[in-house]
């Protein structure tokens, strides 16, 4: 058991780790229901509901002292049950759905949160899949894995290492090219959203590069008539994807 909980650590605090072992640690009775079969094994400190059904579903599970599992937990209230899971294994061909695709394209979203709010708003607005460039924030960093509240189970997600050749790969795919930029001249309103399209989300601090903006489409920046200069990617992300769906439901 002692040779478990340092992997628990590990995992946790090491994305080296996650990659050579491809798992990742989910923390709370909701994210460890969400997990379902992808559970390794399990550590738990309280008699919660969620134990007895997962030891009848076959998984192992090991009772650890309150003591115990508040040195491993990642939270300021232990919520008493975590879980080693195995990573889903997605390929780019599962993002898309003929006239349904709808991507979301992160190319060096740093913030924990703000991926997280991505992750959770895609799957909420039945988003396709998630595209992650090889400098952005590690997908199962434990801020991410929670502030996505089990949706990163709900949807494809890949980690890519070229984000022009996956560009051109959907191109070719007949996937339009929608570029978030906040000095583009047409307002997200103006464009159209309805066929399949890949939503291209940069770097908070320095939004895409010039040259990636360049590849796209089109470019499209969201009407701020207040006295904010911007918001966040994740805000952001959120707002393009609730215009992309009202186009697919109500039209132009």
Same mark, same amino acid.
Request: aromatic share 6%; hydrophobic share 40%; charged share 30%.
């Given at each position: 058991? @002692? ?13 080296s780790?996650?990659?050579?072992? @491809? ?5 709370g ?5 969400e ?6 094994f ?6 919660l509901?969620i ?6 579903k076959g ?10 599992f ?10 008493g ?5 195995r990573?889903?294994?997605y ?8 006239? @349904?695709?709808l ?12 991926l997280?709010?991505?992750?959770? +708003?895609a799957?909420a ?7 992650l460039?090889?400098? +952005? /924030?590690?997908?199962?960093n ?12 709900h949807?494809p997600?890949v ?24 000095d583009?001249?047409?307002? /997200?309103?103006?464009a ?6 890949? /939503?291209? /989300?940069?770097?908070?601090? +320095? ?5 990636i903006? @360049? ?24 707002v ?9 439901n109500?039209g132009r």
């Amino acid at each position: 058991m @002692k040779d478990k909980l340092k992997l628990i650590k590990n995992l946790l605090e090491k994305r080296s780790i996650r990659r050579k072992e @491809k798992a990742f640690v989910v923390e709370g009775p909701h994210l460890v229901e969400e997990a379902g079969d992808r559970i390794k094994f399990f550590f738990y400190c309280e008699n919660l509901p969620i134990v007895k059904i997962l030891e009848e579903k076959g998984s192992v599970g090991y009772k650890i002292s309150r003591k115990q599992f508040e040195e491993i937990s990642q939270v300021e209230t232990p919520p008493g049950i975590l879980a080693v899971v195995r990573e889903p294994e997605y390929t780019f061909w599962d993002l898309l759905k003929s006239d @349904k695709t709808l991507i979301i394209f992160c190319l060096g979203v740093q913030d924990p949160g703000n991926l997280g709010t991505i992750i959770r +708003t895609a799957d909420a607005l039945g988003a396709s899949g998630i595209i992650l460039s090889k400098g +952005t /924030v590690d997908l199962y960093n434990p801020k991410v894995v929670r502030s996505t509240m089990g949706s990163l189970f709900h949807l494809p997600i890949v980690t890519i290492e070229d984000e022009k050749e996956t560009i051109e790969q959907l191109i070719q795919k007949n996937v339009k090219i929608i570029a978030a930029a906040i000095d583009a001249k047409k307002n /997200v309103n103006a464009a159209d959203l309805r066929g399949p399209i890949a /939503v291209l /989300v940069g770097n908070e601090g +320095t939004g895409l590069p010039e040259e990636i903006i @360049k590849l796209a489409d089109d470019s499209v920046r969201i009407p701020m008539p207040g006295k904010a200069e911007s918001l966040n990617v994740g805000i952001s992300t959120a707002v393009i994807l609730y215009e992309a769906l009202r186009q697919r439901n109500y039209g132009r």
